[in-house]
C-alpha cells in the first residue's frame, strides 16, 4: 500500500497513544473516556455510532489504513471484550508489535539482507521512503500485513 510519511507518523501516534492508555485502564468508564479522547482529539470524531466497528470510523474519518481487524469492535463490543484480561493483554500485544513495525519503518530500521554481484549476503537497513518532487512529500510501499 502507498502510503505518506505523514500518515504513517499519525497512524503510529494514535496506535502508540491508545496502547499507552489501554495499559492503564481497567474499567468500563475508563475505555469509554479512552475512545472519545482519542478519537475527538486525534480525528475530530465527536459522535461514535453503536453500531460502527472502531477501525471503519477511523477509516472514515482519516484515511488512515485499518486492514487486519485489531481494531474491529463495536465501542460496545470493545468495552464487554475488555473486562476480560486475556483480552486486554492480547489487544495491547497486537498494538505494540504493530507500533513497533511501523516504527522500523518510518525511521528505516528495517534490516534486509541482500546479495552483491559476486553473490556476498550483506545486510543493510531497508529504504522504504522516497520523495516526490510534484509535492515534496515522502512516500513508501508498504505491505498491507503491516497495518493493524
Given at each position: 500500500?502507498?502510503?505518506?510519511?505523514?500518515?504513517?507518523?499519525?497512524?503510529?501516534?494514535?496506535?502508540?497513544?491508545?496502547?499507552?492508555?489501554?495499559?492503564?485502564?481497567?474499567?468500563?468508564?475508563?475505555?469509554?473516556?479512552?475512545?472519545?479522547?482519542?478519537?475527538?482529539?486525534?480525528?475530530?470524531?465527536?459522535?461514535?455510532?453503536?453500531?460502527?466497528?472502531?477501525?471503519?470510523?477511523?477509516?472514515?474519518?482519516?484515511?488512515?489504513?485499518?486492514?487486519?481487524?485489531?481494531?474491529?469492535?463495536?465501542?460496545?463490543?470493545?468495552?464487554?471484550?475488555s473486562q476480560n484480561p486475556k483480552f486486554r493483554e492480547e489487544l495491547v500485544a497486537k498494538l505494540d508489535r504493530t507500533c513497533s513495525d511501523l516504527n522500523a519503518i518510518l525511521g528505516e530500521q528495517e534490516v534486509e539482507i541482500i546479495r552483491t554481484v559476486g553473490q556476498a549476503k550483506v545486510q543493510q537497513n531497508k529504504r522504504r521512503w522516497w520523495i516526490e518532487p510534484s509535492s515534496g512529500m515522502l512516500y513508501a510501499w508498504v505491505e498491507v500485513t503491516k497495518f493493524p
Open positions: 500500500m502507498l502510503i505518506d510519511k505523514n500518515e504513517m507518523a499519525r497512524l503510529l501516534t494514535f496506535l502508540a497513544s491508545l496502547a499507552q492508555e489501554l495499559k492503564g485502564a481497567n474499567n468500563p468508564t475508563q475505555y469509554i473516556q479512552i475512545w472519545k479522547t482519542l478519537l475527538q482529539s486525534m480525528f475530530g470524531i465527536d459522535t461514535i455510532p453503536p453500531n460502527e466497528p472502531l477501525d471503519n470510523l477511523i477509516s472514515q474519518h482519516s484515511g488512515l489504513p485499518f486492514m487486519n481487524g485489531v481494531l474491529r469492535y463495536t465501542l460496545d463490543e470493545f468495552i464487554l471484550l
